[in-house]
């Protein structure tokens, strides 16, 4: 593949390192690869960086990390986020409060009727 | 010749089930999900970012953003791969921002030292069984990495951490990024070409 110059051969480095260059084109850049040693050393380099970046560790979140996006979310959202629990996980609010307006209701309606100068309709 | 290793697609509809119960905000999917993918999100965002503070509202960032979006996913891709696409705009919409106000990382290649101190996983580049000089180069090395995938600008750092870090195919790119395969392609070798000069300029 001496009819490959260096910038055409350099155009090729990326698909032959992802082993993406067809069965011609991979022949006609290791020719070239053999004859040229500027190219070879560019090739060199390519695959030493490349290696470099793939070497690099895996990196981990750190502890607690998932813990705190959960606490991010219950602030953001005020709590409201996530699906309402049941009556039964929490303390029936709603419940207690219809039960107060019934209980104040009923008094008011004691109160009224119990007046001296209530006037009952027949 | 190997079977394969999911023939009833038990993953897919496990998955389905998980978004499912996502969209019902349920607290322990939720839970979940942060713990499948909080160190795919997290190693894309700090290879990204290069630095550990930013990484952390970020990646709790994303995490915020599928839970508010969960909704909209119809479920065309998979849910790694709408993660990834959410963490990369928050990584480039971030670059963006600290770009303007002229950030610089600093002080990697310290907690690198530490981690490694600390008995972390060894990695190609920090190699524990070639002595003590032989870590040191190794996290000079993985210091220069960091600060030649830093050089790249955002479309162009994307690729290359999705492709060369992360180990992505061009097809899952192309689904996490929208471009086309042959756009990649070429982004992707400017990327690396770059990071060579750059490398080979330091003695990396």
């Known amino acids: 593949?001496?009819?490959?110059?260096?910038?055409?051969?350099?155009?090729?480095?990326?698909?032959?390192?992802?082993?993406?260059?067809?069965?011609?084109?991979?022949?006609?850049?290791?020719?070239?690869?053999?004859?040229?040693?500027?190219?070879?050393?560019?090739?060199?380099?390519?695959?030493?960086?490349?290696?470099?970046?793939?070497?690099?560790?895996?990196?981990?979140?750190?502890?607690?990390?998932?813990?705190?996006?959960?606490?991010?979310?219950h602030k953001r959202s005020r709590g409201r986020f996530f699906a309402t629990r049941g009556m039964l996980d929490r303390v029936p609010y709603e419940l207690f409060s219809l039960v107060m307006l019934g209980l104040i209701l009923a008094i008011y309606v004691i109160l009224q009727l119990s007046q001296p100068g209530h006037v009952k309709i027949p | 010749m190997g079977a394969s290793p999911d023939p009833l697609?038990?993953?897919?509809?496990r998955e389905r089930l998980l978004i499912r119960r996502l969209q019902q905000r349920e607290e322990r999917a939720f839970q979940e999900?942060?713990?499948?993918?909080?160190?795919?999100?997290?190693?894309?965002?700090?290879?990204?970012?290069?630095?550990?503070?930013?990484?952390?509202?970020?990646?709790?960032?994303?995490?915020?953003?599928?839970?508010?979006?969960?909704?909209?996913?119809?479920?065309?891709?998979?849910?790694?791969?709408w993660l990834y696409r959410i963490a990369a705009n928050h990584c480039k919409n971030r670059m963006k921002y600290l770009g303007r106000r002229s950030y610089k990382t600093t002080g990697e290649l310290d907690e690198a030292a530490e981690r490694e101190l600390q008995g972390a996983q060894p990695s190609a580049l920090t190699p524990h069984l070639d002595g003590p000089e032989k870590v040191l180069e190794g996290l000079q090395m993985e210091k220069l990495v960091q600060e030649a995938i830093a050089l790249l600008d955002e479309d162009h750092r994307v690729l290359v951490v999705l492709r060369d870090v992360e180990d992505l195919s061009y097809q899952e790119i192309t689904a996490i990024t929208g471009l086309a395969e042959g756009t990649v392609k070429s982004r992707l070798h400017r990327a690396r070409m770059a990071l060579k000069d750059y490398l080979a300029k330091r003695g990396g």
């Open chain 2, 9 to 13: 697609g038990m993953t897919m509809i």
């Open chain 1, 1 to 73: 593949m001496s009819d490959v110059d260096h910038a055409q051969a350099s155009e090729l480095f990326s698909s032959y390192w992802d082993e993406d260059l067809g069965p011609d084109d991979t022949a006609r850049l290791e020719e070239h690869l053999r004859s040229c040693i500027v190219c070879r050393r560019e090739y060199a380099d390519f695959e030493k960086a490349l290696g470099a970046v793939g070497g690099l560790p895996h990196e981990i979140a750190p502890p607690g990390f998932a813990a705190g996006v959960v606490k991010r979310v």
């Open chain 2, 33 to 81: 999900v942060v713990r499948l993918y909080q160190h795919k999100v997290w190693n894309l965002v700090f290879r990204m970012i290069g630095s550990r503070e930013e990484a952390e509202d970020i990646a709790q960032e994303v995490f915020v953003t599928v839970f508010k979006s969960i909704d909209g996913f119809r479920g065309d891709s998979k849910l790694s791969t």
